[in-house]
């Protein structure tokens, strides 16, 4: 077998393209393989080597397979890794910029999750779908009644509304056979309900047994959905050098623009994690419409100065700086204390 130190890995659903450098970084191994060849391949190889990957669909499980052969591996964000594709986007050219990328000393890396943390993270995407199907089934039950005059106030509190009206036996409105049809929609919001309580319930036992939900729910704003969330799905907080870092990771900061030395400052960014950019988000509006929020000399200059939603992500920024402190040190939010 050829000597390889470096290997760029294209991952895929049954084609795998795999591009081998050695030490002098010549090109040896160029060629695809079959997703039952891919371990075998690598267990094959005659010493460890160093195997990058772009942080995708299946990455994590990939990656633990293959630290298992004994392999150092490495997760890319897909969007550094395309700077070092050349020209057309083939397999061939994502492989071989992905071993261009992963040898880089500045190129910075996706932590690997274990597969507790891979389910807990799934288990967030679960309620994510179910709430969305919660959603369309409302906004579907909402206009088709519509369509006979029948509207309610915004907001899912007042569906029931709807559900009692159709419950009614001397409300004759809505036609023989779509009133048949609503009532199996109404069926399927109840068993919706059902079932994302029942999701709420698996992710809030996983947060107590979990020392970094724990301490990350003491934290103002940290819910139970929020501190799972973020200790599934923030794998290692070392790799940001500081808080700051960790909420420019998140898109919680300005985007910056600028060229001959002159620099504008627009709108957050949005990149990394949308999930838990949303999250803090929301936690941020939650502590926004408490009444202690017009007592922290902090929150209440901004409110006095910036829109509440403004307010919102400034605090959102804090909440998640806050959070890496937590990770990183292990312990709980320790508030500071008032000034005399």
């Not at 760029?8 to 160029?30: P, W």
């Not at 029948?150 to 509304?161: D, S, W």
Request: one cysteine or more; hydrophobic letters at 45%; proline letters at 5%.
């Amino acid at each position: 077998m050829v000597k390889v130190s470096t290997i760029g890995l294209d991952i895929g659903k049954k084609v795998f393209q795999v591009h081998g450098v050695d030490a002098a970084g010549m090109v040896t191994v160029n060629r695809p393989l079959r997703r039952g060849q891919v371990l075998a391949f690598f267990a094959k190889l005659a010493a460890p080597c160093l195997v990058g990957l772009e942080a995708c669909a299946t990455s994590h499980y990939w990656a633990r397979e293959l630290r298992k052969l004994g392999h150092a591996v490495r997760l890319i964000a897909p969007a550094y890794a395309k700077a070092y594709v050349r020209r057309n986007k083939t397999d061939a050219a994502d492989a071989a910029g992905i071993c261009e990328a992963v040898s880089r000393p500045a190129m910075r890396f996706v932590g690997i999750k274990t597969p507790e943390q891979q389910a807990a993270a799934g288990l967030h995407k679960v309620r994510t779908l179910l709430l969305k199907q919660r959603t369309m089934t409302s906004n579907a039950l909402r206009s088709l009644m519509a369509e006979f005059g029948i509207v309610v106030a915004h907001g899912p509190q007042h569906v029931g509304e709807l559900v009692a009206l159709l419950a009614d036996p001397h409300e004759h409105r809505i036609p023989a056979p779509l009133h048949d049809g609503l009532k199996r929609l109404v069926d399927t919001l109840a068993a919706l309900a059902e079932q994302i309580a029942a999701v709420d319930a698996q992710i809030l036992g996983w947060g107590r047994a979990d020392a970094t939900c724990r301490h990350l729910i003491t934290i103002p704003g940290y819910g139970p959905i929020l501190s799972s969330a973020m200790a599934a799905m923030v794998v290692d907080p070392t790799v940001f050098r500081s808080g700051r870092d960790f909420a420019a990771s998140l898109g919680l900061v300005p985007r910056q623009d600028g060229t001959g030395g002159k620099v504008r400052l627009g709108p957050i960014s949005k990149r990394g994690n949308g999930y838990l950019r949303r999250l803090l988000v929301n936690g941020a509006m939650a502590v926004l419409c408490g009444r202690h929020a017009r007592k922290d000399p902090w929150l209440a200059k901004l409110l006095a100065t910036k829109k509440r939603k403004v307010a919102a992500v400034a605090l959102a920024n804090k909440m998640a700086r806050f959070g890496w402190v937590v990770m990183m040190r292990q312990e709980d939010f320790r508030a500071r204390p008032a000034a005399a």
